[in-house]
């Protein structure tokens, strides 16, 4: 049974700090791309962040770089995301998702496993 489930989300203040955890299991967590995905009310889902198997490869949205880092354990098959200097257009429910490929996608329909979600509130 493939489980993928998030923590570390909540409440931050603006310019503050989360880091948001993914422990996977029931699937190869090695052989597969790993990504953060991100839903802000009222839009659409987008990749915010994604890492390939073996973390020799990373994407990070331009409205996220040099912010946030996505990084992978593959001995504890957990993806993590460091989110710093949060601004409240960070506000948002994040997921996380596996895709087999060994390619990054960006789009929601290459992946296919998903977890259920942690909230992230950036207050101003």
């Known amino acids: 049974q493939v489980q993928l489930v998030e923590s570390g989300g909540g409440v931050v203040q603006v310019g503050g700090s989360l880091r948001l955890s993914c422990a996977a299991s029931?699937?190869?967590?090695?052989?597969?791309?790993m990504s953060w995905f991100r839903q802000a009310p009222g839009k659409e889902r987008e990749c915010v962040a994604a890492t390939r198997a073996y973390g020799d490869s990373t994407y990070h949205a331009n409205s996220v770089k040099g912010r946030f880092t996505i990084s992978r354990d593959n001995a504890k098959s957990t993806v993590y995301l460091q989110m710093n200097s949060l601004k409240p257009e960070d506000t948002a429910v994040y997921y996380c998702?596996?895709?087999?490929?060994?390619?990054?996608?960006?789009?929601?329909?290459?992946?296919?496993?998903w977890g259920q979600g942690t909230q992230v509130t950036v207050s101003s």
């Open positions: 998702a596996a895709d087999q490929s060994r390619f990054i996608a960006t789009t929601q329909r290459a992946y296919d496993y």
């Open positions: 029931g699937f190869s967590f090695n052989t597969y791309t």
